[in-house]
């Protein structure tokens, strides 16, 4: 059906609240005790989650699965499996959630679906070895409400994430979806909505924090027939998910707010460019779009009035650089995603030389909210320059891997041992990288500093889109500028001298530094040349592309002397430096390290003391792997 | 360039890409990725063409492809294996699972092994960075490996 007005979008809202209730319900209350069909309870849902992580370890077969026993105990009508966005516990996944007691499982099987089924939907008792054991107080908690993980949490762009089915348009009314638009069309003027966004100082989330309110002026300030809308949704820095997950979990909320920027700006077309490597979000979106248009809020006049606007997907085929916008566009248009000079802005000359306005993937799902909420409300979280929440992808060498969100100006202690539980194996935190390879390594003396954009940047990284990287004491600074600069120089475009050739010649020196060649000259190379890359180069790509080479000289100076001069590397991570050797004193003699190099280096008869031979030994670490008796050394 | 040519049948069902994008030049990467999933890769012959039907020049067809990490000019073994090269990934370790790899096979990332079952790539981040170090092959995802799990692999699947 056809939604002609905020009427008909209430009667949907009304009869989707239904399938929600249960589940906000259980959201509010805490959950004391667990229910079953046999007692508490006459109808449960089981939600599975159904993002990239949790699929790819068999997320889909559980909710297969969990199908398959309702039929087997006859009980579908009673209990519904849905499967939903990212819960972004990804450490733990796959995630399944009871509602309405909200018993949170971790790490489920497909083959742990029968004893779920007959022990807790139908009898009301957790399966207490599926439930999250808290790493500090070592109790079971079997609510995620009741988790550090989440505790610190404030959840504005992923509000729908693990929530509602992403699937079903009408979950994502119930949760006053749409409802920003319809009041924007039916009660607003463009320059009305302009206005709200400004207010609530909403800064673009895809690392350079523009303001988004005063983007989408520009874009509505220019006269011409045609404009367009772009989504950004080519997240290409390694070590992030933000934006998939949003795509995965909360489509709609990105093809809302695509259309409320072409009703602002003036625009009938949007455009979403994504990364062909996600074949799991370009499904949702697609479904989305196909919902949207069948209840009349995307196409031919909208809502009934007279504003028309559709979207078009384009893919992106793996360019690092198309992030940029002038990039972007160009790779829209069927081209090499060649960066060029601003201005002209896309603002003014976009994709097809017309305006076009370009939003990450984060940006726009806080539009809606924002318009719903309004500006104070927004503009009440954060800090004084940086407002609202911002959705932090936290990996590396951290307990609690997974999607987060939290308010401006938490500070990265919070994120990493609150929300994150700390370093992995209680090794001890080195740094933390923000900004992808745009960005820099923060320290211990950058822990206290509160998370906004222009604190990131004082501290020498950056915001970036949200990848956030923790290093522990086994992570070599230099090896991981290394590893950035290699991405760079793959990833250049070659078009202007300081990129293509000025990261080439860091990257070099880099190499011959991990490789134990390299002087102390070569470090003084690195500093300059790295400054003057980003006085020089094109675009953004090229312009924070030494910032993890300067941001680790700078704060890991030592660690560069004595790759340097003493040609050591505390970290054990630079082959060429290292030397293995066997303790004869624990070796025992029984061969496997024998067995096992592909070198052949390892010489020693049976029950005696092996030795290494340096001539022939790799460095492969494979010896040290395999020992049994912490007999192989290695410095 | 190699000397491959194209089977008719491919021809055929390159020139339908084509024509249901319009043969619009602004087309031409929504067209390389449909060409690419024929064979899994973009011989010269199919570039020829593509720009034959396009009437653009065949290096401008080129000079895209050869832009974009996900089009490739080689064939993919039947086992395609890409090793996650993500931060993430690189923390825990995926360097050595790689040189595991390399080791293994014989082989560079970029290449076939000689019997057309392996071949080796990078990529950047899948995204399921709670399973860290993550290599995909063909469809299905190994989390969590260690460079000591990697001979069993390839054994496995030969």
Redesign the interface.
């Known amino acids: 059906m056809k939604i002609l007005s905020t009427h008909d979008l209430q009667a949907i809202m009304q009869r989707a609240e239904n399938a929600l209730r249960l589940r906000e319900q259980s959201n509010k209350k805490i959950a004391e005790k667990s229910c079953g069909l046999t007692i508490g309870t006459d109808h449960l849902q089981i939600l599975v989650c159904g993002g ?2 949790c699929t ?2 068999s997320g889909h077969l559980i909710a297969e699965h969990l199908q398959k026993a309702l039929e087997q105990y006859n009980i579908v009508h009673q209990v519904e499996v849905i499967t939903t966005g990212c819960f972004g516990f ?4 796959p995630i399944v959630k009871i509602i309405p007691d909200n018993t949170f499982y971790i790490r489920v099987t497909p083959e742990d679906v029968d004893e779920i089924i007959t022990k807790h939907i139908i009898n009301g008792h957790r399966v207490e070895r599926l439930l999250y054991i808290d790493p500090k107080t070592e109790r079971v908690v079997s609510d995620s409400k009741h988790m550090d993980f989440y505790r610190k949490q404030q959840r504005i762009a992923l509000r729908n994430c693990g929530f509602i089915n992403p699937e079903n348009i009408e979950e994502y009314i119930a949760r006053h979806g749409y409802l920003a638009l319809a009041d924007s069309l039916l009660h607003k003027q463009p320059i009305d909505v302009i206005g709200v966004i400004k207010r609530s100082g909403l800064r673009g989330r895809g690392g350079g924090g523009f303001p988004t309110g005063l983007k989408w002026e520009s874009a509505h300030k220019q006269a011409a027939d045609t404009k367009y809308v772009v989504c950004n949704a080519d997240e ?6 933000m934006d ?2 949003i795509m995965e979990g909360d489509p709609h909320s990105i093809v809302e707010a695509m259309t409320i920027c072409g009703y602002a700006i003036g625009s009938r077309q949007g455009l979403v460019y994504i990364r ?3 074949p799991l979000a370009i499904q949702r979106l697609k479904t989305a779009i196909a919902q949207a248009r069948e209840y009349g809020l995307l196409g031919e006049r909208i809502l009934g009035t007279d504003f028309c606007f559709d979207i078009e997907i ?7 650089v198309c992030g940029e916008e002038t990039a972007l566009i160009h ?1 829209m ?5 060649e960066p060029t000079l601003k201005p002209p802005f896309p603002a003014e000359a976009g994709y097809l030389g017309k305006p076009t306005n370009v939003n990450n993937v984060e940006t726009l799902a806080n539009i809606p909210i924002i318009l719903t909420k309004g500006a104070e409300w927004f503009s009440s979280i954060g800090t004084e320059r940086s407002k609202g929440t911002k959705v932090f ?1 936290l ?3 951290i307990n609690n ?2 999607l987060i969100e939290v308010p401006m100006g938490t500070t990265l202690r919070e994120v990493i041992y609150d929300i994150g539980g700390g370093i992995k194996g209680g090794k001890k935190f080195k740094a933390v ?1 923000t900004g ?1 390879p745009s960005g820099g390594c923060l320290t211990e003396k950058h822990l206290d500093t509160p998370i906004d954009f222009d604190n990131l940047l004082a501290a020498g990284s950056m915001m970036g889109s949200g ?1 956030m ?1 923790v ?1 522990d004491e086994d ?1 070599c600074m230099v090896s ?1 500028a290394r ?2 600069l290699d ?1 760079t120089v ?1 990833e250049s ?1 070659g078009k202007c001298t300081p990129c293509r050739i000025g990261n080439k010649r860091l990257l070099e020196t880099l190499n011959r530094i991990t490789q134990g060649c390299g002087t102390e000259k070569d470090l003084e190379t690195l500093s300059t040349l790295g400054h003057v890359i980003k006085d020089t180069a094109l675009c953004g790509l090229g312009q924070t592309s030494p910032n993890p080479v300067l941001s680790t000289l700078n704060n890991f100076y030592d660690e560069y002397l004595e790759h340097v001069k003493d040609k050591t590397c505390r970290s054990k991570q630079c082959k060429a430096l290292l030397t293995y050797s066997i303790n004869p004193e624990k070796c025992i003699g029984c061969h496997l390290c024998f067995k096992h190099c ?1 070198a052949d280096a390892i010489i020693g008869d049976v029950r005696k003391p092996h030795v290494i031979d340096p001539n022939k030994c790799i460095k ?3 010896c040290m ?2 020992c049994k008796f912490k007999a192989i050394n290695v410095c | 360039m190699s000397e491959i040519k194209l089977a008719c049948e491919v021809a055929e069902q390159v020139k339908a890409i084509c024509d249901k994008h319009g043969n ?7 067209i ?2 449909e060409a690419q999933h024929l064979q899994g890769y973009l011989p010269e012959e199919m570039q020829r063409l593509i720009a034959h039907k396009l009437n653009i020049p065949v290096s401008k067809v080129y ?2 492809v050869t ?5 490739t000019m080689t064939p993919k073994g039947k086992y395609p294996i890409s090793v996650c ?8 370790g995926s360097e ?1 699972l790689l ?2 790899f390399k ?1 293994v096979l014989g082989i560079e990332v970029g290449e076939t092994t000689p019997d057309g079952k392996f071949s080796l790539d990078c ?10 170090p ?1 290599v995909i092959i063909g469809e299905k ?1 190994y ?1 969590r490996l ?3 799990d990697v001979k069993k692999i390839i054994e496995d699947l030969e």
Do not use: W
Not at chain 2, 123 to 132: F, H, N
């Open positions: 990239t992580g790819a370890s990804c450490e733990k996944g290409g820095d390694p070590g992030a998910f998939r997950s062909a490597e996600y384009r893919y992106g085929a793996g360019a690092f790779s248009e069927g081209n090499r995603g992808a990996a590396g060498k891997v997974g990288q992808g990848g990287i290093m992570d991981v590893f950035y991405f793959e475009c592909p492969c670490g494979m792997a395999r | 619009l030049p602004g087309e031409l990467i929504n390389l990725h000079g895209v832009f974009y990490t996900f089009f090269m993500g931060t993430a990934c690189y923390v825990r050595k040189e595991e080791r990529l950047r981040c899948v995204g399921a960075c709670g399973l860290a993550v995802v989390g260690q460079s000591v």
